[in-house]
């Protein structure tokens, strides 16, 4: 259960929003924005990055959270997620893909809040654990 208001989330998806206009999709030209929302309050943003040999591309939601982890971040509440194909209205929202479910989840474990955006008035929202049953993480090894 999220504690942000819901300007504070309709804040975080205008970042994604924003963030997704920086997004480097010249191959699926499906562009992606992230804004992810650490437990101080800080935002650190991400959008899709693509590579002319497609597997080192990197979604959104992983540009993010590498960047916040970089700069010694790592404990997070909430993430909003937008996405759509350039110049076209999204008809479904970006829920994240498997690999981001899963490097999300190393960090912030089942409780993450996940904003599914289509405009900051159009969202849904679930858990990370809800979007990853049964994940495998940190404690898993132990
Ligand atoms: N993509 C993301 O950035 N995040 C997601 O959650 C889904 C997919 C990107 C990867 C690729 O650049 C493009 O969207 C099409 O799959």
Same mark, same amino acid.
């Not at 159009?122 to 090894?141: K, M, Q, W, Y």
């Given at each position: 259960?999220?504690?942000?208001?819901?300007?504070?989330?309709?804040?975080?998806?205008?970042?994604?929003?924003?963030?997704?206009?920086?997004?480097? !999709?010249? $191959?699926?030209?499906?562009?992606?924005?992230?804004?992810?929302?650490? !437990?101080?309050?800080?935002?650190?943003?991400?959008?899709? =990055?693509?590579?002319?040999?497609?597997?080192?591309?990197?979604?959104?939601?992983?540009?993010?959270?590498?960047? !916040?982890?970089?700069?010694?971040?790592?404990?997070?509440?909430? =993430?909003?997620?937008?996405?759509?194909?350039?110049?076209?209205?999204?008809?479904?929202?970006?829920?994240?893909?498997?690999?981001?479910?899963?490097?999300? $989840?190393?960090?912030?474990?089942?409780?993450?809040?996940? =904003?599914?955006?289509?405009?900051?008035?159009?969202?849904?929202?679930?858990?990370?654990?809800?979007?990853?049953?049964?994940?495998?993480?940190?404690?898993? =090894?132990?």
């Amino acid at each position: 259960m999220s504690e942000l208001t819901r300007e504070e989330k309709q804040a975080l998806i205008r970042a994604a929003l924003d963030a997704r206009t920086r997004a480097v !999709a010249p $191959y699926s030209r499906f562009t992606v924005g992230a804004a992810l929302r650490s !437990a101080d309050g800080q935002v650190f943003t991400g959008c899709n =990055i693509e590579n002319a040999a497609f597997t080192p591309t990197s979604c959104a939601e992983r540009t993010a959270l590498f960047t !916040a982890v970089s700069q010694g971040v790592t404990r997070f509440t909430d =993430i909003a997620v937008v996405g759509a194909k350039m110049g076209e209205v999204n008809e479904l929202v970006t829920a994240p893909c498997g690999v981001c479910r899963q490097a999300l $989840y190393e960090f912030c474990g089942p409780s993450l809040n996940v =904003i599914m955006a289509k405009t900051p008035d159009d969202f849904i929202e679930r858990t990370l654990g809800e979007l990853l049953p049964f994940g495998f993480g940190p404690a898993n =090894i132990e």
